[in-house]
């Protein structure tokens, strides 16, 4: 594997993982948000 091509994979690799952090957050914080608003 040359240089450029894990420098795609990583980016490739780093994009996922972000949009799958940003899934689980979204999932996590969302029920928390809306508990918040029943209790107030």
Same mark, same amino acid.
């Given at each position: 594997? $040359?240089?450029?091509?894990?420098?795609?994979?990583?980016?490739? +690799? !780093?994009? $996922?993982?972000?949009?799958?952090?940003? +899934?689980? !957050?979204?999932?996590?914080?969302?029920?928390?948000?809306?508990?918040?608003?029943?209790?107030?």
């Amino acid at each position: 594997m $040359d240089e450029a091509r894990l420098h795609e994979f990583m980016g490739k +690799l !780093v994009g $996922d993982m972000g949009a799958v952090v940003l +899934l689980i !957050v979204m999932a996590v914080l969302m029920p928390i948000i809306e508990i918040n608003q029943l209790v107030q």
